[in-house]
C-alpha cells in the first residue's frame, strides 16, 4: 500500500463553505502555493523601489496640492428635525428628508410649498413638500414633547422666509412695479400737456 504525504483533495469551495464567497473571483492563494511560485535563486522580498520626487528649481515656488473647493455656507437660518428614523434639514441649498436609508433632496426653484402639521395627539409633527408638479413627500417626525411643535414650526418659518420665494409674491412684485411705473410715466405725460 502507497502512502501519501499531505492532502491531495483540493478545499471546497462555494457559498455554503464560505460565507464570503463570490463566484468568479479566484480563492485566496495558501502559503504553500506562493513558495512554490517563487524560483529558487531569486530574492523572496521584491519590494518596488521607492521613486524620488524630481527636483525643483532654486527660487521656483512649490506646487500646492488643489483641495476640492467646497460650496461656502451663507450665514443664513439653518433648520433640522430628526428621530431615530427620520430627518428634516432645511437650509441655503433646500430641503431634504431622509426615513432610514431613503434620502430626498429638494432645491428651492423645485419646491411649490411647504406645509406642516401636528398630530391630535402623540407627539408626531408632519412636514409635507409640495412640487409643482402636484407631487407631495410627507415625513414625520417624531419629537421629544408636544412643546417642540411651536419652536420647530418657527425656526421652519424663518428659514422659508429666508431663502423661499413663492411664484406668486414674485409676479405680484412684478405688477406692482409695473403698475408704479405705468403710473409715473402717465403724470409725466399730463404735466407736459
Known amino acids: 500500500m502507497e502512502q501519501r504525504i499531505g492532502s491531495s483533495s483540493q478545499p471546497l469551495e462555494g457559498a455554503g463553505f464560505d460565507p464570503a464567497f463570490i463566484p468568479g473571483l479566484t480563492s485566496p492563494a495558501s502559503g504553500r502555493e506562493e513558495d512554490a511560485k517563487a524560483k529558487p535563486g531569486e530574492p523572496e522580498d521584491?519590494?518596488?523601489?521607492p521613486e524620488t520626487e524630481p527636483e525643483s528649481e532654486?527660487?521656483?515656488?512649490?506646487?500646492?496640492?488643489?483641495?476640492?473647493?467646497?460650496e461656502a455656507a451663507p450665514d443664513?437660518?439653518?433648520?433640522?428635525?430628526?428621530?431615530?428614523?427620520?430627518?428634516?434639514?432645511?437650509?441655503?441649498?433646500?430641503?431634504?428628508?431622509?426615513?432610514d436609508d431613503q434620502e430626498c433632496e429638494f432645491?428651492?426653484?423645485?419646491?411649490?410649498?411647504?406645509e406642516t402639521e401636528t398630530a391630535r395627539f402623540g407627539k408626531r409633527w408632519t412636514v409635507t413638500?409640495?412640487?409643482?408638479?402636484?407631487?407631495?413627500?410627507?415625513l414625520e417626525v417624531e419629537a421629544p414633547s408636544r412643546s417642540r411643535f411651536a419652536e420647530w414650526d418657527t425656526a421652519l418659518d424663518a428659514v422659508l422666509d429666508e431663502y423661499?420665494?413663492?411664484?406668486?409674491?414674485?409676479?405680484?412684485?412684478?405688477?406692482?412695479?409695473?403698475?408704479?411705473?405705468?403710473?409715473?410715466?402717465?403724470?409725466?405725460?399730463?404735466?407736459?400737456?
Do not use: M, N
Open 46 to 49: 521584491t519590494a518596488p523601489e
Open 76 to 99: 443664513g437660518p439653518v433648520f433640522e428635525a430628526s428621530d431615530r428614523r427620520a430627518r428634516v434639514v432645511a437650509d441655503h441649498s433646500g430641503v431634504r428628508l431622509r426615513l
Open 58 to 70: 532654486p527660487g521656483a515656488e512649490p506646487e500646492e496640492e488643489a483641495a476640492p473647493e467646497e
Open 107 to 114: 432645491r428651492w426653484d423645485e419646491i411649490g410649498a411647504v
Open 129 to 138: 413638500v409640495h412640487t409643482p408638479d402636484r407631487r407631495w413627500y410627507p
Open 164 to 193: 423661499f420665494e413663492d411664484d406668486a409674491d414674485k409676479a405680484t412684485e412684478s405688477t406692482e412695479a409695473t403698475e408704479s411705473t405705468g403710473a409715473t410715466e402717465s403724470t409725466e405725460d399730463d404735466t407736459e400737456k
